[in-house]
C-alpha cells in the first residue's frame, strides 16, 4: 500500500479504538484511574536511563545524563505535583451551593517533540491516564523509535493495571497528512501539542480544541546588583542543560555595563567560552549559514559546533557565548537557538534592556519565559511588567524555575504561552485542562453576586458516592421537600460520574 494512504488509514484506526477505549474510561472512579496512572509511572521510572540513551542515539539531540533527569521528573513530579488534587468525580461548594462533576476530554491527540521526545510522552501519557482520557500520539519523526517503544511500554503497563485496551497508541507513519488527519477527525475532542510553531498553528487549524504551546527565546538580564559569582554558574549550567534545548534555556543575556567585565570573566573561569570578534562571526556563519539556523547544531555539545566553526576549545565547555556589539531586529543571535550558543549584549541600565528583549520577541518567544538577576524587588516587577513574557524567572534558573523546580509554578513539560504568544493558555500545562466540570446549581439567596461581601469556601472533593453527609446545606424555606433528598442527592451523583 501506498505509504501515505496508509498513514491516513492507521490515524483513522487508532481514532476508532481510541474511542472505544475513551468509552470505557467512563466508567472508572477517578481513584481507578490514578492507581492505572501510578502502575505506569512506577513501570517506566526504572527505564528512564534505557529511554535518554536511546532518544540520544536515535536523534542525536541532548545529553544523556539530563534526558535521564527528564525521564525521572516525567514518572515523579507529575503524579506528585497533582496528587490530591480533584481530576474528576464529584466535588461540592457549599458556599456557591453548586455539584460538579468531573467529565474527561475523551480522546486526546498528543504531539510531541525532537528535544525532549520520551520525557514529552511519559508526561502527556500520565496526564491522560490521571484524568481517563485515551491519548493517541503523533511523534516528531526523528524521534520515531524510541518514542513508539516507550508507548508500547506505557500502554502494557497500562493494561496489566487495568486500563481499557488502546488507551495509548502512537501512530507508527507520522506523516504531515496523517497527523492533520488526526487533529481534524471528529473522534478527536482535544489536542494537546508540543513542538514547532507550524505544527502548534496547524493544531489550532483544525477545528478541535487544542492546548497548543509556543517557541521560547529567553531574555534574561543581569542589573548592576546582581550577585554575579552565584549567578555564572547557574547560567553556565542552564545553557549547558541538555546541550541547550530546553525552551526555557538562556537564549541572550543582555548585561549591565558595570558588572560586563566581571561576568565575563566568571563565566569563563566556569568554563564557558567566550568569543573574541572573529570567533563570534565563525559560530554565527556555522550556525546561520546564509541567515538561516542550521538544524545540525541542535542539541550538539559546544565544543562540537565550535570545532565546526573552526575554534578550539576546551572539549567539556557547557558553552559558546557569543557577544553581540549592535543589536538589531533581525539578527540570528536574538533568534531561538535549541543550543549550548548563548548570546551576549551589554547594556546601560534597565531601559536598554528592555529595548533588546523587545526586539527578540520579533523573533519568537512571546508569552513563554523570561530571567533577570537583581537585588532590587522593584527592578524585577519593572522587569515583568514592561514585557510580554508570562514567566519572569527572579535570581534563578529560567530552566528549572519555569516548570516549577525552583518556583511556586507548577510542574510541566508543556509551557503555555497565552494572547501574547498566540496560545489558549497562559500557565504551565498540567492534567486539570483535561477535564471539564459540569455544575449542578442549586437556588443560592441573592445569587453569586450576593457571596462576594464574603469569603467563599473553596470547593472541596467528594467521593464519586458522594456520603449522605456531603450534600449541600438545604433549609425548608429554600424548598419545599428539602429540594433534593440526600439520597436523590447520592443516586445523581453516582450516575453523573459515568455520563461523558
Not at 569563563?268 to 559560530?283: F, K, P, Q, T, Y
Amino acid at each position: 500500500m501506498d505509504n501515505d494512504l496508509a498513514a491516513l488509514q492507521e490515524a483513522r484506526d487508532l481514532l476508532q479504538r481510541a474511542r472505544v477505549a475513551a468509552d470505557a474510561w467512563a466508567t472508572f472512579t477517578p481513584e481507578r484511574a490514578w492507581s492505572v496512572a501510578e502502575a505506569v509511572a512506577a513501570a517506566m521510572l526504572p527505564k528512564a536511563e534505557f529511554y535518554a540513551e536511546w532518544a540520544v542515539r536515535e536523534t542525536r539531540i541532548g545529553k544523556v545524563s539530563d534526558k535521564v533527569l527528564k525521564n525521572r521528573m516525567a514518572c515523579l513530579s507529575t503524579l506528585d505535583g497533582w496528587r490530591g488534587v480533584p481530576l474528576g468525580g464529584v466535588r461540592r461548594n457549599e458556599a456557591l451551593r453548586l455539584l460538579e462533576i468531573g467529565r474527561p476530554a475523551g480522546v486526546v491527540v498528543g504531539l510531541s517533540n525532537s528535544t525532549s521526545p520520551v520525557a514529552t510522552i511519559i508526561f502527556k501519557a500520565l496526564m491522560a491516564l490521571m484524568t481517563r482520557n485515551a491519548i493517541v500520539f503523533s511523534p516528531h519523526p526523528v524521534a520515531l523509535q524510541c518514542c513508539g517503544d516507550a508507548v508500547r511500554e506505557i500502554e502494557a503497563a497500562a493494561r496489566r493495571a487495568g486500563a481499557p485496551t488502546d488507551a495509548v497508541q502512537m501512530l507508527t507513519r507520522p506523516t504531515v497528512d496523517a497527523t492533520n488527519a488526526l487533529m481534524r477527525d471528529a473522534r478527536c475532542d482535544l489536542i494537546v501539542a508540543t513542538g514547532g510553531t507550524p505544527m502548534v498553528r496547524a493544531a489550532y487549524a483544525s477545528g478541535n480544541p487544542t492546548i497548543g504551546v509556543g517557541s521560547g527565546n529567553v531574555p534574561v538580564y543581569i542589573d548592576r546588583t546582581a550577585n554575579i559569582a552565584a549567578i555564572a554558574p547557574m547560567l553556565a549550567s542552564d545553557k549547558n542543560f541538555d546541550h541547550g534545548t530546553p525552551c526555557s534555556a538562556p537564549s541572550v543575556l543582555i548585561v549591565d555595563r558595570p558588572v560586563a567585565a566581571a561576568l565575563r570573566e566568571a563565566l569563563s573561569a566556569c568554563g564557558a567560552h567566550v568569543c573574541n570578534e572573529d570567533e563570534a562571526e565563525r559560530v554565527q556563519a556555522h550556525a546561520w549559514p546564509g541567515g538561516r539556523f542550521n538544524p545540525k547544531v541542535v542539541g550538539r555539545p559546544a565544543a562540537e559546533i565550535a570545532a565546526s566553526a573552526g575554534i578550539r576549545g576546551a572539549q567539556d565547555m557547557p558553552a559558546l557565548v557569543v557577544p553581540l556589539a549592535a543589536p538589531e531586529v533581525g539578527h540570528p543571535l536574538l533568534r531561538e537557538k535549541l543550543s549550548p550558543i548563548l548570546g551576549a549584549v551589554v547594556v546601560d541600565g534597565i531601559d536598554e534592556a528592555i529595548k533588546v528583549a523587545r526586539m527578540m520577541l520579533v523573533h519568537g518567544g512571546a508569552g513563554h519565559t523570561s530571567g533577570i538577576h537583581t537585588a532590587e524587588a522593584e527592578q524585577a516587577v519593572a522587569w515583568g511588567a514592561a514585557l510580554d513574557y508570562y514567566r519572569v524567572i527572579v535570581n534563578g534558573s529560567t530552566v528549572l524555575g519555569s516548570t516549577g523546580g525552583e518556583t511556586g509554578l507548577a510542574h510541566t513539560f508543556t509551557i503555555g504561552t497565552g494572547f501574547a504568544g498566540r496560545s489558549s493558555v497562559d500557565g504551565n500545562v498540567g492534567p486539570d485542562l483535561l477535564v471539564n466540570w459540569k455544575r449542578v446549581a442549586f437556588p443560592l439567596p441573592g445569587g453569586w453576586l450576593g457571596t462576594r461581601g464574603a469569603d467563599c469556601a473553596k470547593a472541596r472533593p467528594a467521593s464519586s458516592s458522594l456520603p449522605t453527609s456531603a450534600a449541600p446545606a438545604v433549609s425548608p424555606a429554600q424548598s419545599p421537600a428539602a429540594e433534593i433528598t440526600r439520597e436523590m442527592l447520592r443516586v445523581l451523583a453516582e450516575e453523573l460520574e459515568r455520563v461523558r
